[in-house]
């Protein structure tokens, strides 16, 4: 019994596919990720010079997206090095 012990205790354990899938940091990943594609996509499609002219001539919608974009890799990069943390 204590030799079985020893053995599976020097094993790493290797997460399923379901728990890195529902891994908090995969979802918010996610979200970054689709609310910054969407952010860029309208911000090359659709920005009128109103919006240009209250935000002082920055494209808000665009900087706010590849900052989204930024933290989806982020957190993906974070999932991917450190699984278990």
């Known amino acids: 019994m204590a030799d079985l012990e020893k053995e599976t205790a020097g094993d790493e354990e290797v997460p399923s596919a379901a728990s890195t899938l529902f891994d908090?940091?995969?979802v918010i990943a996610l979200l970054f990720g689709v609310f910054g594609l969407l952010l860029v996509?309208?911000?090359?499609?659709?920005?009128?010079q109103a919006e240009l002219d209250k935000s002082g001539g920055l494209h808000m919608n665009l900087w706010s997206g590849i900052v989204m974009l930024v933290v989806a890799a982020a957190f993906f990069l974070w999932m991917r090095l450190r699984p278990n943390t």
């Open 24 to 26: 908090l940091r995969t």
């Open 41 to 48: 996509i309208i911000a090359i499609t659709d920005t009128p």
